[in-house]
């Protein structure tokens, strides 16, 4: 199996009876295999009997429709929380083994890329980018302020789940310090961007974006995973940085934003 469905397994939520977090309203990922809803421990069972195939986050209008017509509620409502996952025949199981069988892997001496640009205690790369509400920011105007850059995309389920527990462990704690949240949407429209704050907004998640569409600012900073953050000292030095998303991620960046703000 491969590193990767590791790695994203980390970050799957599972419900038996709902797609919602209602206590605190976050989202979470509904993951089905098969004909059935399934939970996490479900898909690492099968990767470990070597029967895992695929993993594909998100679907379409018409797969949404046609899931909603099969399980109901359960499903919940946003495509992009719906994990199908795929598994292997026993022809194609038996192949697969055989073919491993065969193969003698060689180390890989090549250097592996943690999608980060800059690292920290780089200097942050200045830009100056456009918010939806109509400002430009220069991030060198920001001096003297720690900035919390965060790199996100209306079609990244992670960004979502982040962003709801955003208002509550870092906006309101530091919105009235020398803190600014500075979300830039990357390679996306200002038509995308707009509707996808707005459907924000309808949940109480308020706060202005920049777009980024042509990457421009993104090609300074990353070069895959998102959400990623950034956290910039008052003379703007990076000093913290993540990508993805965790329960407790954002427990760990408010710590390190009070850190640099008591400096």
């Known amino acids: 199996m491969k590193l990767y469905f590791i790695l994203f397994l980390l970050f799957i939520s599972t419900q038996h009876s709902s797609a919602q977090n209602t206590e605190a309203g976050k989202p979470a990922y509904v993951v089905i295999m098969g004909d059935k809803i399934v939970t996490k421990q479900n ?6 009997l070597g029967y895992l195939k695929g993993i594909n986050k998100g679907v379409s209008d018409d797969e949404m429709k046609a899931l909603r017509e099969k399980f109901g509620d359960k499903v919940g409502d946003d495509k992009r929380f719906i994990v199908m996952v795929s598994l292997l025949t026993e022809a194609e199981k038996k192949a697969k083994d ?3 069988a065969g193969n003698v892997r060689q180390p890989d001496s090549s250097k592996s890329d943690d999608g980060f640009k ?3 205690n780089d ?4 830009f100056t980018v456009q918010m939806v509400d109509g400002r430009k920011i220069n991030l060198a105007d920001l001096k003297g302020k720690v900035v ?16 709801h527990e955003l208002p509550s462990k870092i906006l309101t704690p530091f919105g009235q310090k020398d803190f600014v949240f500075l979300p830039i949407s990357r390679g996306e429209t200002l038509a995308t961007v707009i509707k996808g704050m707005a459907d924000l907004n309808k949940k109480g998640i ?3 974006a920049g777009i980024d569409p042509a990457k421009s600012i993104w090609d300074k900073y990353g070069t895959t995973g998102i959400p990623k953050n950034f956290l910039i000292d008052k003379q703007g030095v990076i000093r ?12 760990v960046l408010a710590r390190e934003i009070q850190k640099l703000l008591d400096e």
Do not use: Q
Request: glycine share 6%; with cysteine.
């Open 148 to 163: 919390l850059l965060n790199f996100w995309a209306t079609w990244c389920a992670p960004c979502m789940m982040e962003f």
């Open 98 to 100: 055989k073919e491993n």
């Open 43 to 48: 898909v690492e069972e099968m990767a470990k």
């Open 206 to 208: 308020a706060f202005s």
């Open 123 to 126: 200097k942050a790369a200045n």
């Open 240 to 251: 913290y940085e993540s990508v993805g998303y965790e329960e407790g991620g954002l427990d």
């Open 118 to 120: 800059l690292h920290v």
